[in-house]
């Protein structure tokens, strides 16, 4: 999309017909008069603007929208890419994305955006553990959201700015960061409780890393508070797993096999094998992220024989896990085989969920094919399900899908249409924020 100005738009759709200046000026306006208006040094009376929408065939919208706003559209669609790549851990693209918009808001002065902008690339740099840049983004996104006000902007990009100390080990610069968010909270009155209970989540974490029980404990104990306000219940055992994931993340093992022990612990002491199963295939699914996939296969062994076992209707989330182990090797024969044999297990209450996920990997083994019709049809019919089953946050990932296959092909429009889709339903469900 070419930023262009009023003149320039008259010039172009003129080229585009074919036209001679003095072919479109006719006995409305003199040759000259519109050599004027194309060099922008003068601008048309709203007598004009509707004589060259329909000489031109276009709309007088978008002979005068400005190039401010443009701008903002253009942006407005990247970020909704970035986010996409974001979703789908390709972190290098989504920094790409996101440093065109914040070359182009720079420009415009458009400081709504490239706060935004800065707070996703701050996250982004975060996730390839480029810390230096990360906190450059994310204090330049605070300056931008203090300057309009955006309290809960500013709250969001001090929590990131907490993660990059936190995880650099660097436990008071982070608690810092975090002190700074919960004080504009209580300052500004800001009842939002996913937002506290990041907070307070977060100074807790940081009193345990400097030896401060006490004053982990009573953070704590506000974070159990806002989890009862949100009847958000989690098992012990699943909180453990969940921790092991996020130190598994950002690079620390030690940490990640502590709490898996822990959540092991609880699960085999009542041989609780359904539950053992979801932890080894997590761990498989952790494993196969970071690129460790001889251990990958090892935990998915494990998951997949336990569920056999005891008949567990899961059973085929473990072979995906299989599937894309295979697709990543790019072995798609026996990804496709995979795929038929989880098919074979789809049945009961999860039936439906289980049949399409196995048609989005087919769909996604299609794409690495270059098969993009038969990729459309395939998730054509995963939207149509999820749609009858009223199951946003699938329905999202799907019309994500079909704009990353609409963009491979080039078909850009089409494209932005299911990314907004999708990227919309996720804001509503809470998958991204702001």
Sequence with gaps: MEILSLGQKVRLQRKKKNLTLKELAGDRITAAQISHIERDKSYPSQDLLEYFSKRLDVTIEYLVESKEAQVRKLCEIKLLEGEALIYREEYLKASERIQEVIKLVEGYGIADLDGFAKYLLGQTYIKLKNYKEAAHCLEESIRLYSSISNQEGVVNSYLQLGLVYYYKNYFHSALDKYNQAELILKKNSIYN????????????????????????LDYALKVKEIQEKMENYREQGKTLTLLAAGHMESGDLQSAKECLQQALAIYKKENEKREIAFIENNLGQIYRKTGKYEEALLHLEKAYTLKKEIQDNTLPNTIFEYVQYYIEQKNYEKAEALINEALSYVEGDHGEIHRIDALRYLAKIQRYKKDYEKAVVIIAEVIEILQELQLPKQLAASYLDMAEIYREVGQEKKSVDFYQKGIEIFRRTGVINM
């Design 193 to 216: 409780l996913e937002l506290k209970y990041k907070t307070f989540f977060n100074i807790s974490l940081c009193y345990v890393g400097l030896g401060q029980g006490n004053h982990a």
